[in-house]
């Protein structure tokens, strides 16, 4: 199977979480890295002597040595960066969400399908043990008919500590809602395909330039089964994300992107299955690269995310 080697854009907590995978992964390297801040550029490649790097992305792309570009850097500049890539002739991962806009995603999307490249999202969850058994236990009929969807996003400060920075606070590209709904988006299409009818109802700060504190939105599935989504920051609890499946025998929650319960009418909740790594797309991407069949969220995908993203932003 054909390694990949891989080149990276953007060195900040994202890309360094999957920095780790790429490395540590036998399927792949990382062959070069790129960032506009050059501190941190050179304290990774000190990690990563034979890693080249760059200031400037547009030279790695110049370079025989990457296959596949990963593009970790805020979502306004997705757009570009992915197009280059894709002149190129680069197989492209780019992180979540796929744009800054439902116009920059459509573009993307029918430039992936030109380009006659590998393109994926970054979705960590379809590859995860805890994901795999949702879905098997809801194929089961563990829970029996589905009643309602609940996605939960509490949070006691945001951004969070470990990811302070400007874009991630402010409301042209930043926020919550952007940050974590694209996931739980993803996989209600997964496992029960689009949604349709979106209300929601978005608080804000006085400042204007600051993201969103909360939100309350009500969506359907096809068949009217309600989708509810509660997003809080600035909450004297421990930070939260939930994402709860309730049906008429049983209830299954995904808890903090690890932990699957479960629960029904006669028992008690029930550990399930627990996540004990993910590097699963790392799997797949090396499949596609050599050209065999492979289970990644594409950029149509990612399209499809970003519709219903626009419409929970009040911008669809």
Sequence with gaps: MEKLNVG???????????????????????VAVSDVNTARMEEVQSRMPDAAAFTDYRNMLSSEAVNLIYVAVPPKLHHKMVLDAFAANKHVLCEKPLANSLQEARYMMDAAASAGVVNAIHFPLPYSGPVHELQRRLEAGFIGKVKRIEQKMHFPAWPRAWQQNPWI?????????????????QLIH???????????????????????????????LQDGTPVLI???????KEEEIAFTVYGDKGVLSLKNWSVLTGRTLDGEEVLLERETGRDG????????????????????EGFAVQETLEKLLNRG
């Design 190 to 220: 997964q496992l029960f395909g689009r949604t349709k009818k979106v209300n929601s109802y978005i608080d804000f700060p006085e400042d204007p330039s600051a993201c969103e504190t909360g939100i309350l939105a009500r969506m359907e």
């Design 169 to 185: 606070a402010g409301r042209e590209q930043g926020g919550f809602i952007r940050e974590i709904s694209p996931h739980y988006i």
């Design 281 to 300: 797309i790392i799997d797949e991407l090396a499949k596609a690269v050599s050209g065999k069949e492979a289970k990644l969220v594409t950029f149509q």
């Design 230 to 236: 509660n997003g809080l920051s600035g909450v004297a």
């Design 8 to 30: 990276i854009i953007g060195l900040g907590a994202v890309g360094e979480r999957l920095l780790k995978q790429f490395t540590e992964h036998p399927l792949s390297r990382v």
